[in-house]
């Protein structure tokens, strides 16, 4: 079965960092591009960050952008997001997404459950 | 970025009607157009691709169509497992999304 499992949400606090970490299994993972994705409580959703298979190419949305580091491990099978100065906007579930870049640009296509991340003193 | 509004934000209908939600685009973005269905507590599915490719899995009451800059998600007879969130997404550039439309019970 294709699963992607996020870990490393939990409470922060401003200014302060967390590394989320993303179990990918049931797949080629070395094959895909990833994404992360988030939700802010009851708000619609926000694409932050994407890396290539190979993660030669990586994005970042403008909110995250200098703090946010996304990476991936092929031979773990896993994905990471590292963020740093954390702010209470940053508050949201974060979902791992696999890619199927292609022809129709980035599809979504296998999401995580998704972990919480809470800023706030 | 290019911005993505739906419309209605949210509507009431019943098991068994027509259910249309509208997405526009702020710009041209081709079928780069896809569709994904939340429901509380979950991620997201994903339904459709290209504007109009359905994902597998996904039961055919399920369609989509548009290109440019309008598109539309058609569910032809509503079922009590369609009553939910839906955002369109586009991946003709930088990934964006619509705010959601909400499907609930009339």
């Known amino acids: 079965e294709v699963q992607l499992e996020e870990s490393g949400g939990g409470l922060v606090q401003p200014g302060g960092s967390l590394r989320l970490s993303c179990a990918a299994s049931?797949?080629?993972?070395?094959?895909?591009?990833m994404n992360w994705v988030r939700q802010a409580p009851g708000k619609g959703l926000e694409w932050v960050s994407y890396i290539s298979s190979s993660s030669s190419t990586i994005y970042y949305a403008d909110s995250v952008k200098g703090r946010f580091t996304i990476s991936r491990d092929n031979a773990e099978n896993s994905l990471y997001l590292h963020m740093n100065s954390l702010r209470a906007e940053d508050t949201a579930v974060y979902y791992c997404v696999r890619d199927l870049y292609g022809d129709y640009g980035s599809v979504f296509d296998i999401w995580g459950q998704g972990t919480l991340v809470t800023v706030s003193s | 970025d290019i911005q993505m509004t739906q419309s209605p934000s949210s509507l009431s209908a019943s098991v068994g009607d027509r259910v249309t939600i509208t997405c526009r685009a702020s710009?041209?973005?081709?079928?780069?157009l896809n569709w994904y269905q939340q429901k509380p507590g979950k991620a997201p599915k994903l339904l459709i691709y290209?504007?109009?490719s359905l994902q597998s899995g996904v039961p055919p009451r399920i369609s989509g169509s548009g290109s440019g800059t309008d598109f539309t998600l058609t569910i032809s007879s509503l079922q009590p497992e369609d009553f939910a969130t839906y955002y369109c997404q586009q991946s003709y550039s930088t990934p964006t999304f619509g705010q959601g439309t909400k499907v609930e019970i009339k």
């Open positions: 710009q041209s973005i081709s079928s780069y």
């Open positions: 049931g797949f080629t993972f070395s094959s895909y591009s």
């Open positions: 290209g504007a109009s």
